[in-house]
């Protein structure tokens, strides 16, 4: 039986997924207390799994970028790792400005995804998990793609990395 919470995110990622292309770029900007605000929603997850989380926010100040977006790409990331590994796992989350943006690793100690599912991670619906809709990297993707940022994966799909350009607010006028 799923839990209130894992039914509560559930909710979040469908309205999300939903809503995505109503999604506007603008809005208040990024904080570490947002990303804060992520850990929090996605650790009783990882401790009802008997999963480690290991975080880094290296994030020290507001960033230019819609928090609403970067919030739901993180939680995105974070549910999808922690389904991955087995008990005792580890998900890690490693959050810094670098290369002129904002760069998110996560990563977990699960099985490597197949190289045949790695062509075709970030498209909708290719979950291998009958319960699941398969929807969460796909909209990952759709948020760093409206960001103008990359996302890929890396060590078979233990590892994604995002990067989200960091526009200054002097290039805005």
């Known amino acids: ?76 990331l974070m549910l999808n790792a922690q389904q991955a590994v087995d ?15 904002l760069q998110i690793l996560v990563e977990n100690s699960g099985e490597p995804i197949p190289p045949e599912r790695l062509a075709r991670l970030f498209e909708p619906y290719p979950s291998r998990y009958p319960d699941r809709q398969g929807l969460g990297l796909w909209v990952c993707w759709q948020i760093v793609t409206q960001l103008g940022g990359t996302i890929e994966a890396q060590e078979r799909g233990t590892r994604l990395c995002v990067h989200l350009p960091i526009v200054p607010e002097s290039d805005h006028d």
Request: hydrophobic fraction near 45%; charged fraction near 20%; glycine fraction near 10%.
């Open 1 to 76: 039986m799923k839990s209130c919470l894992d039914r509560g995110l559930q909710q979040i990622q469908h309205a999300v997924s939903a809503l995505l292309v109503e999604a506007r770029l603008d809005g208040r900007p990024l904080t570490p207390a947002d990303l804060e605000d992520v850990r929090t929603l996605a650790q009783p997850k990882s401790v009802g799994s008997g999963a480690t989380l290991a975080w880094e926010n290296g994030l020290a100040g507001p960033v230019p970028l819609p928090a609403n977006l970067v919030r739901q790409l993180l939680l995105n």
């Open 87 to 101: 008990p005792g796992g580890r998900v890690a989350v490693q959050i810094a400005r670098a290369r002129g943006g």
